[in-house]
Structures are given as C-alpha cells and as structure tokens.
C-alpha cells in the first residue's frame, strides 16, 4: 500500500512495531504511534564484515566455531539474569538506556518511551532506528489510552479526535491460546484443548503429554527462549523424538505415553523455577505469561541445561505398549 501523504497510525510497540516503524515514518505525511507499555530496545550489533575477516572465517574452521560458540555463550551468560539473578540485568538496562539517550533528545519523549520494569521481563527487542523514526519530526508517540475507533479517527482518553487515513496493528500474535486451535483428540476421545483448559498447559520437556500417545511437540510449551537461539532447542527436540520412536519400533510397540507423573514432575520444577524468575518478578505483563498469570512459554534456565534432559529417551518414563 502506498502510504506517502497519508496520516497514519501504528498501534503498538513491541517486536513487530519495530521492524516496520522505520519504514512507514519515512514515506508517511504523519505518523502517530499509539503506545500501551514502552519495551527495552538495544542496539544492534550488525556490522560489514572485514575482507580480512571473511577471509579467515571461510580458511579456517577452527575460527568459525570460535565465532559461533563466542555468539552462543554471550547469549547464554543472559540466563544468569533472568532467572533469578535480576540484578545482573542492570548492566544491559544501562546500555538500553544509553541506546534511548543518544537517539532521543526530547527530555518527555525520552520519558515517555523509557520502560518501569526490569529488563528482560517483556521481550527485549533489538533497533538502530526504531528511536530516530520516533524522533522524527513526523512522529508522535502517545500513551493515552484509546477510547474508540471511528471512520477516519482514533479517540483517546484525553478526548483527543486524532485524524487517521491508515492504522496499522502491531499488537502480538496468539502464543499460548494458539493451543485452542489444535483439534486433537487423546486415548479418552478428550480433545486437547478441552483437557489442557481443565488441567492446565502441561507437558514434559515441552514435547509430550500424557494421554495423548504418539503426540510430540516442536516448540512447546516452556521451551520458547528469552535468551537465545530456539533453533537449538528444536534441533534437542528432534533428536529426542527420534530416540523416542526408535525405542517404540524396537520393542514391537504402537504406542508412548508420559507417565502423569512424570509430567507432574517436569512441571512443578519448571514452575518452581519460573517463579524467582524475570518474567515473573520484573514488574510487568507481558504474552509470556497465559490469563491465568501462569508462565507456559519460557525456558527456566540454560540451553545446555535442556540439551542435558533431552539427550536421553528414558522409556521408564513412558507407559510403552
């Protein structure tokens, strides 16, 4: 859509605002930004690779893996902060707020877009030019809460009449109520999201759950990252679930089953973990967390940690027949 010369506005500011933002407030006549809950935005470390650099990288195989694992245990050093340890966050929160200072001048503004909770506890997000398409002279950001939408305005609850040609959502996706959508039924006849609305989103390992044999997940629940790479943990998932279905073929069997209570295990210790966490403590409400203020969605921990529980298939936690 051709947005030059139209009035436009964004409502939301997380992940996706700040991929778009940039570009609208370019081509736009007005932007205005319509903000709930301001997020922690660092900047991005994208740089043009060196000739030089290139060059030893595609030499040599051992500086390769230094440079990937150097990437994997900066990211993972992350955990330490948000599970438990908040307090080491605030060297981050101090780069993020130097990342605010040096891109906003407009002492309100930076006000405005400066988050109250500890970082880490929503999504941290990572711009070069989010915060100067805010500043743009194009731009406004406004926290007022929205009232109503009419034919060509948004109202606001300052009684403000905000003239608007185009709006655009950036207000999430579904995480955890996506589960709703899975027509799935278990060994009972009992669909999915019948049994996990009365007992709760649960699995083991955020790859299987009892009464559903021969259902694996990728990407379950609890196993999301704030850290680092899930890709990783995908791949952890697919081996474990090859193992699974190796050791079913091997015995002749049709079916795998978690024991209950091996998943009531998995989760009480997830649980118990997420609660002396960031996502739980950091001041803030964030998709992380389900309706009932219940974290389904993160990883406790490291991803060494889960590599660790996935790198085994232990058929004495599963009803095999």
């Given at each position: ?53 290139r ?42 707020r ?28 990572g ?106 943990m ?21 079916k ?55 790198k ?10």
């Amino acid at each position: 859509m051709d947005l030059e010369g139209k009035r436009v506005a964004v409502i939301g500011t997380g992940a996706s605002a700040i991929q778009f933002v940039p570009f609208v407030q370019k081509e736009a006549m007005s932007l205005k930004v319509f903000q709930r809950t301001p997020a922690w935005v660092l900047p991005r470390k994208n740089f043009t690779v060196p000739p030089a650099l290139r060059t030893l990288l595609s030499r040599l195989p051992i500086a390769r893996r230094i440079a990937r694992w150097s990437v994997y245990w900066g990211a993972e050093s992350l955990a330490f902060g948000l599970n438990g340890h908040s307090n080491l966050m605030r060297p981050i929160e101090r780069v993020a707020r130097w990342n605010i200072e040096r891109s906003i001048s407009d002492p309100a503004l930076r006000k405005k877009l400066t988050p109250s909770y500890r970082i880490g506890c929503k999504r941290i997000l990572g711009s070069n030019d989010y915060y100067p398409a805010l500043a743009a002279p194009n731009t406004t950001v406004i926290s007022d809460r929205i009232e109503r939408v009419t034919a060509d305005s948004i109202i606001t609850s300052d009684g403000v009449e905000h003239l608007i040609d185009v709006i655009i959502y950036a207000t999430g996706f579904h995480v955890t109520d996506g589960f709703d959508q899975l027509a799935l039924k278990g060994a009972t006849g009992e669909d999915l999201p019948s049994h996990w609305h009365q007992t709760g989103i649960n699995t083991h390992l955020g790859i299987t759950t009892e009464g559903f044999p021969n259902l694996f997940f990728l990407l379950g629940p609890n196993t999301g990252l704030g850290h680092n790479s899930v890709v990783f943990m995908i791949e952890q998932q697919i081996k474990y679930i090859m193992k699974a279905i190796d050791t079913v073929e091997s015995r002749g069997a049709e079916k795998v089953d978690v024991r209950p209570s091996v998943q009531e295990q998995f989760n009480t210790d997830i649980q118990r973990k997420l609660a002396k966490g960031v996502w739980t403590n950091g001041g803030c409400t964030s998709w992380y967390l389900d309706s009932q203020g219940v974290n389904r969605t993160v990883w406790p921990g490291f991803t060494w940690q889960y590599w660790r529980a996935t790198k085994d298939f232990d058929p004495a936690e599963y009803d095999i027949a």
